[in-house]
């Protein structure tokens, strides 16, 4: 990475998220950053084993070196989100190489090019745990439950079009509200049964904003998870 002569401005919302046209550039540069793993190597168990030394050279002299982000809050949202991809590129970068008929010993000697063998060595045996292995059961069960309530929005993030409808109709967008925007289809439909059973609200009808059915959220009880990384 190499500093950018004109740094790119950034949007935040009230909840320091990014939001706007920059908030995709951002997350492509951040997905960049967090696959070189000479910046944060794989051989930690975890994120939060990652030196604070190599994540703060990291914002600085790389994130701040081609965008304007200063704030304590625009950090904490940036390496969080650094975090999440580091874990994500590391779990692709091991099914790639990793063979599960071979010996680890085989495995360590199939280390991707681009990583130390020693690095690539504490990885594999790291993963190969019993406790890395109760921790990736756990991990994979919570993202499968996730799976059964689809995502109605492709790849913007929620933040982004809570940003575009609160700009578009001049006033802020409830959790709840925005739960109906992400989870219904065109026609105004929920994305499926699941869906429709965790909305719990009046059966009257409400005036139409878009796609959606708005009302106050005093009205309506929704159970929502919401994750905008």
């Known amino acids: 990475m190499t500093d950018s002569p004109t740094k790119i401005l950034t949007q935040w919302n009230r909840n320091n998220q990014p939001v706007g046209d920059s908030s995709s550039l951002l997350a492509g540069f951040l997905g960049q950053v967090a696959s070189n793993f000479g910046n944060f190597p794989v051989l930690y168990e975890s994120w939060t084993q990652v030196p604070e030394q190599y994540k703060n050279n990291v914002y600085v002299n790389t994130i701040q070196a081609n965008f304007v982000v200063n704030d304590v809050e625009h950090k904490q949202y940036i390496l969080g989100s650094l975090g999440k991809k580091w874990k994500d590129k590391r779990c692709r970068l091991f099914d790639k190489f990793h063979n599960w008929e071979q010996s680890v010993e085989e495995n360590i000697a199939n280390h991707p090019p681009h990583i130390p063998q020693d690095h690539w060595a504490m990885f594999v045996r790291y993963r190969q745990s019993a406790k890395a292995m109760v921790e990736i059961a756990n991990k994979n069960a919570t993202n499968r439950a996730k ?35 992400s989870h219904k289809k065109p026609d105004g439909s929920f994305v499926n049964e699941e869906a429709r059973e965790l909305h719990v609200g009046p059966s009257t009808t409400c005036p139409l904003v878009g796609p959606f059915c708005y009302m106050p959220p005093t009205k309506l009880i929704f159970h929502v998870v919401e994750d905008d990384s």
């Open 147 to 181: 799976l059964v309530i689809p995502y109605s929005l492709g790849s913007k993030t929620l933040a982004r079009k809570r940003n575009e409808l609160e700009v578009m109709h001049g006033r802020e967008f409830s959790r709840a509200e925005m739960y109906q925007v």
